[in-house]
């Protein structure tokens, strides 16, 4: 079975500053895709980020960028020059291609300091 | 493009009652899944469906729970009995064409049930 892990339950960050979030994952599939959600104090659920793992390349959203690396089952999110309006939960998740159902972590809340 | 509204946005109910959960994917959508988070805890997959199919029900419980998606009209999830243990956030999301397709699932804003 698939398992996403966020071995960081908090993390803080400085207004303006960088932080990265972790993600590990475990599969035995080659197709799949992965994704950032960003779920603010009013609980939607924003894709911030998507990666196909067929794709070498990271994927980059504007302030927010990835670094996967698919032998080490690891897909980190790193959000630049942070604002307050990124403080919020993150959840990393996995999608196996052609399967329907999502695989979440549980989380990493994080908290901008002005 | 109105996103996936799911309604209604909280729900309380007495051990015992029913609660009906209520999806209407995002348009031009028709495969709709949904997801339980439980508090402090990531979304948890219970069951994808596209119209009038069951295509994955392996994270459902197995009693009380299910689920519908009709050639008309919303999805619906269904607890019957609800017990304390049931009170979670409730997380519908819709994709274009489902597994294969984009692979992306946008999400509803969620229906907070709440049991006393």
């Known amino acids: 079975a698939q398992t996403v892990t966020q071995s960081q339950p908090e993390m803080s960050v400085q207004e303006a500053e960088t932080v990265t979030l972790s993600c590990t994952y475990d599969?035995?599939?080659?197709?799949?895709?992965l994704f950032w959600y960003k779920q603010p104090p009013s609980r939607q659920m924003i894709l911030v980020i998507r990666q196909e793992a067929y794709k070498q390349q990271n994927a980059t959203e504007n302030r927010f960028s990835v670094n996967f690396q698919k032998a080490a089952k690891s897909f980190s999110l790193k959000i630049s020059d942070s604002q307050l309006g990124d403080a919020a939960m993150y959840f990393c998740a996995y999608k196996r291609t052609n399967a329907g159902k999502s695989t979440f972590g549980d989380g990493t809340t994080l908290t901008v300091k002005p | 493009n109105a996103g996936v509204m799911q309604n209604p946005r909280h729900l309380v109910r007495r051990r015992g009652q029913e609660a009906r959960l209520r999806c209407s994917p995002m348009k031009g959508h028709s495969h709709v899944y949904w997801y339980r988070q439980l508090p402090e805890e990531g979304l948890k997959f219970m069951v994808y469906?596209?119209?009038?199919?069951?295509?994955?029900e392996s994270g459902m419980p197995k009693e009380r729970f299910s689920a519908e998606f009709p050639k008309e009209g919303p999805s619906i999830l269904r607890i019957q009995q609800v017990v304390r243990g049931d009170s979670a956030a409730y997380f519908c999301?819709?994709?274009?064409?489902?597994?294969?397709?984009?692979?992306?699932?946008?999400f509803g804003p969620g229906t907070r049930l709440t049991v006393l």
């Open positions: 599969t035995s599939e080659s197709d799949y895709y």
């Open positions: 999301a819709s994709s274009p064409q489902g597994a294969g397709s984009t692979d992306t699932q946008y």
């Open positions: 469906l596209q119209k009038e199919n069951i295509i994955d």
